[in-house]
Every structure is written in structure tokens, then in C-alpha cells.
């Protein structure tokens, strides 16, 4: 069984929501077109819900009260750092 780091997991998180759905985090992909080629700091709620693997319904419910966010005007974005610190402080020892 192989250990993943946190950092291979924002990876992960990141390149999931890129380019829609789960990949191998050992192996680079080329950033979607369009974009810039830097990695993604920040989700949407949906993006969020969809990396971590649950509803938006759920992660509204269960989730999003427990996390740090920035709201700007309608906008809410979650850094992917404070889903890492939710997901390792929520995980079960």
C-alpha cells in the first residue's frame, strides 16, 4: 500500500477538478486550454464537493461549516490548503 502526501493529494484534487474526473497523480498532464498553466489555489463550493467526493447538498450540510472561506460579492471560492487541513483534522486516527 502506497502512502500519499498531502501535497500529492492538492495535486490530485487540482487536476481532478481540471479536467474532470480522478487521474494517477504520478503522472503530469498538460494543463487544459485556456488556461494559464498554474495550478488552481481555490474551488467553488462545487468543485469542492466534486473533489472530495460527495454532493453539494452534503458538503452544505456537513462541510462548509467547518471550513474557512472567502466570499467576495455571490462569489465563494475554498482554498484547497483548508480542504487538506479539514480532510487531516476530520480523518480517523
Do not use: C, F
Not at 487540482?14 to 485556456?34: E, F, L
Not at 495550478?39 to 464537493?49: G, I, K, N, V, Y
Not at 473533489?51 to 456537513?62: F, I, K, M, N, T
Request: hydrophobic share 40%.
Amino acid at each position: 500500500m502506497s502512502h500519499v502526501t498531502l501535497g500529492q493529494l492538492s495535486l490530485g484534487l487540482a487536476d481532478a477538478v481540471a479536467n474532470g474526473g480522478p487521474t494517477r497523480t504520478d503522472r503530469p498532464r498538460a494543463a487544459p486550454k485556456g488556461t494559464r498553466g498554474s495550478l488552481r489555489l481555490a474551488l467553488s463550493p462545487d468543485e469542492a464537493a466534486a473533489a472530495l467526493g460527495v454532493s453539494r447538498d452534503y458538503l452544505d450540510e456537513h462541510v462548509i461549516g467547518e471550513l474557512r472561506i472567502v466570499r467576495r460579492g455571490r462569489r465563494i471560492l475554498i482554498a484547497l490548503a483548508e480542504l487538506e487541513r479539514w480532510l487531516e483534522r476530520s480523518s480517523a486516527r
